[in-house]
């Protein structure tokens, strides 16, 4: 073929090949949207519902664009009212209104379910992003695709962008913003600069600390204004900002018209990330700055260790090559993450979530490294004839290995999407059992719960103790664990031996989880460090005396008229009252018969306390108390049967569990609780008529000893 040939049969080549380049993101983007789908209805998100849904059933309700909460910037709701908007149209029951049945509409597992599969869509284009950004840099096919896939398949960030929360829609915000940066800076055009003030602006109504993506725009707008008098670079720069600015007033609108509101909200979410968040809380500065480090090296990548180090040591050999190449193209790269990390560090509270606007750039940096590393494998043109030469499989090796761990962290996704599948099965308990005869040299001390659950599945284990001074490893269900849900430490990784239940998330980051419960096996020593106390076996302390005040307020106690649970007021406030004084031990084994425990303190469900009382074959009840807004979380649940319930309370039961455990949740006007029973040889429907027992008795209780407390105005 000829010169002229092949140049003249380039063009047609050209449009295939173009197409080629951009087809290739495909696969890891089938591999995340497709795992992410698979794993979609994985229970419970303590967000979801009160502050995502919940300020769009607002804006339904008032017939206003403004949701009345503004911890969050607008976006997110702009969006999942959008997402509501085929629902206005469809068929309703006769009799409702369109705001009834609206409303009716977003509290369906149906539109959450569709909720969740937009934002994982949505999310799951910070792939393309990246993919476009790399080869934007110059980058080769294999780099971009390198970049995408270790994105792609991190579980970091796999579970998190099935939720319906703001970071994952800041992630490609952010590396959306950075993309037309770049490109701006590259082609000096204006109009570019533009596009990504916009998707800045967008950013920063999504979250708040998103207004740091205007670092890049400004870098991007000064440099790329070679040849501009000063003047017209401000000029740009200002024109840039306004574009920014008008599209952030234009997603939250209540900046101008509610500005006390927002700033009002702003200054909660400031004073709450400085002060703590339960197990969540550091120290700010250098130790926040070193956990985040930590999180970045040892879990951002990949569950496996080994692969998680590796990348991270590359990420940094990618970062030094981007500053060395050209150091304006790697400012517009760096500054967003740079402050971004900057800011929250300065912060006493650590989510990872929030470090998930990083991944993206640290995706790239790994896969800048990679190609370094395999330069210098296979050897470089420019280097002196003098240096040893280099086998050409050593490149071969590389990439064949950077291969090997993408498949690892794939299958990892796959598993996981999996266990969210299976649920509500016995699965877990079972894999627990195993994992436990499989140690046979470790002794296991197991929870009331646990010790049931497995002696369902596995009659019997040797290796099993009732003494824990005796035990090198303790097993229990996470809520067993602690007095509070704020007491387990986060962002530990390690923190568990072993962890068994659905991977929906990574326990070490979230043991607070609200959601599925899981079996975690934790060392005995380690437990011992973090003052771990399980519901029904560690040491308690004395009922408080109050015990005699309720019983004598209980005569006085006044049932509440049956009310729809849509109409009965919610609060997140918590009495400060003990569950154990609510049934009285004596009052127990009148119906349950002799305890071998209880009432022990220790153990949560969602946001409230708990105690436990551990009966003959196996049975343990655990009567929490819980607000009145913690209470709807799981009502709207598919598996979630409403209950008709004495006393005049509203309640419903969560789905039964593999093994027959009864939840039910129960509430009067002013007062919440969850009874939890497991164990023994009843049916289902007598747990379930001994959870109301409990219920409408400790309902009483607690209206009683709220009554008793809530001072009253002296007559004249």
Known sequence: MTLAASNTGKPQLWPAVRVLRCALVLLPLLILVGTGLRGLDFGLHWDERPWQIGPVKQMVRSGSLLPDYYNYPSFDYCLNLLVLAPDAVSSRIAGESSGEHLLRTLDSAAYLMRLRAVYLMIASLSLVWVYLLVL????????????????????????????????????????????????????????????AAAVAGLGCGTKYP??????????AGFFGATGCTPRE??????????????????????????????????LYEMKHYARGHGGHTVGPGLEHAWRMLTYFATVLFSPYLAIALLMFALAIIGI????????????????????????????????????????????IAAARGACVVGEFLGGNRDEPAAQLPRPAWWRAVWVGLLGATLCLNASWL?????????????????????????HSSTRFLLSPRVKRDVAVVVPRLENVTVDPAEADVVVLYAREGMRRWHDWPANWRGLTQACFGPREVNFDMYPNWWGDDHIVAIDRRHAEKMGLRIAGSSEDTEVPHETVLVRRANKRAALSAPISANSLPSSWALPPIDPRIL?????????????????????????????????????VVSVA????????????DPQSVAISSDGGVSAYAARTGPLGDVRLFSRSFGSA?????????????????????????????????????TPRKPRH
Request: hydrophobic share 50%; proline share 3%; aromatic share 8%.
């Open 136 to 195: 934007q840099r110059r980058g080769s096919l294999l780099e971009a695709l390198f970049a995408a896939s270790l994105l792609a398949c991190s579980w970091e960030v796999a579970y998190h962008l099935r939720w319906v929360a703001t970071d994952g829609m800041l992630m490609q915000f952010a590396a959306l913003t950075v993309l037309l940066a770049a490109h701006a800076l590259k082609s000096r055009r204006e109009s570019w600069l533009m596009a």
């Open 210 to 219: 998103g207004g740091l993506l205007v670092m890049p725009l400004a870098l």
């Open 233 to 266: 670079k401000v000029v740009r720069l200002i024109k840039a900002t306004a574009v920014f600015v008008v599209v952030y007033l234009t997603v939250t609108p209540a900046t101008i018209l509610e500005p006390a509101k927002v700033a009002h909200a702003v």
């Open 320 to 363: 030094a090559s981007v500053i060395a190449r050209d150091w304006r193209e790697a400012a517009v790269f760096l500054v967003f993450p740079a402050f971004y990390l900057l800011y929250f560090s300065t912060q006493g509270t650590m989510v990872v979530r929030n470090l998930l606007a990083v991944a993206p750039f640290m995706a």
């Open 414 to 438: 796959i598993a996981s999407a999996e266990s969210i599948m299976a649920r509500h099965t016995d699965r877990f308990v079972r894999e627990a059992a195993g994992y436990i005869r499989a």
């Open 583 to 619: 049934i009285p031990r004596a009052e127990t084994e009148a119906m349950i018969g002799p305890l071998v425990r209880g009432p022990t303190s220790g153990g949560w469900e969602l946001d409230g306390t708990a105690c436990t009382y551990v009966g003959r074959k196996g049975l």
């Open 625 to 636: 108390i819980i607000s009145t807004s913690a209470f709807d979380l799981e009502r709207h």
């Open 673 to 709: 609780v969850i009874v939890h029973v497991s164990g023994d040889s009843r049916s289902n429907e007598k747990r379930l008529d001994l959870a109301k027992q409990f219920a409408s008795t400790a309902l009483e209780r607690l209206d009683a000893t709220r009554e008793l407390s």
